[in-house]
């Protein structure tokens, strides 16, 4: 079974402070994706990556970056963390061949920005 | 005009009854359709996954797709009050043009009853 394990359920972080969420797939997977979903809003996404060291702004990059330094961990990183990036985060992969298009998703971290 | 668009209910229902929820879209060339199931609090899990057009069926669930009039559904049967979540429809326009990235529906909330 595909694994995508994020590193906080829940985080809490004080206005201006630097986050990272951290996301690891264990299925060798090549694309993974960081997603945002709010109430009546549903999933946005924030940044994908399809390689080592690649990344694509997806949506709502503004506020976010990313680093992807190995194939199994993506990072996501909120420079000064702001109230109005209080979120539900999930990360998703997926692999090459006919179910490329498939998304993983890890649990979610759950973050409250005071 | 969002690329897919998706009823967010709530959808409430008693115990035994069949479900319908739909999808529409406006991009002609997605190929894969898909249908994830989240409960509360947690990621989102793959529950049905189709190519093209036509219908697929998994147990109580089936999944249809018409791509001619851009519109996608997933029937529940016999819903149990375990079917209880939000229902997110995705797609995407295949692994060459989109890089494996899905376009999804807000989703919709589930209540099955007993």
């Known amino acids: 079974d595909v694994k995508v394990t994020q590193s906080s359920r829940y985080l809490v972080k004080r206005t201006g402070e630097k986050v990272f969420l951290e996301c690891v797939q264990d299925?060798?997977?090549?694309?993974m994706f960081w997603y945002r979903q709010d109430p009546g809003l549903g999933l946005r996404l924030i940044y994908f990556?399809?390689?080592?060291?690649?990344?694509e702004k997806g949506d709502i990059p503004e506020g976010y970056s990313v680093s992807r330094e190995k194939k199994e961990r993506f990072s996501l990183i909120l420079e000064s963390a702001s109230t109005n990036q209080t979120s539900m985060y999930l990360c998703?992969?997926?692999?090459?061949?006919?179910?490329?298009?498939?998304?993983?998703f890890g649990p979610g971290t759950r973050l409250t920005v005071l | 005009q969002k690329e897919v668009e998706q009823d967010p209910g709530p959808l409430s229902v008693p115990e035994g009854a069949i479900v319908s929820l739909n999808c529409t879209y406006s991009?002609?060339?997605?190929?894969?359709f898909m249908w994830y199931r989240q409960y509360s609090r947690k990621g989102p899990e793959l529950l049905m996954y189709?190519?093209?057009?036509g219908n697929k069926e998994d147990g109580r669930f089936t999944a249809q797709v018409d791509k001619s009039s851009k519109y996608i559904s997933l029937f529940i049967r016999d819903s149990q009050p375990s079917d209880s979540a939000t229902y997110l429809c995705?797609?995407?326009?295949?692994?060459?043009?989109?890089?494996?990235?899905?376009?999804f529906g807000r989703g919709t909330q589930l209540t099955a009853w007993p």
């Open positions: 995705a797609m995407s326009g295949g692994r060459g043009s989109t890089l494996g990235r899905l376009y």
């Open positions: 990556s399809y390689d080592v060291k690649m990344k």
């Open positions: 299925m060798d997977h090549e694309n």
């Open positions: 998703a992969s997926s692999g090459g061949g006919s179910k490329a298009d498939t998304q993983y």
């Open positions: 189709t190519y093209s057009s």
């Open positions: 991009n002609s060339a997605f190929q894969y």
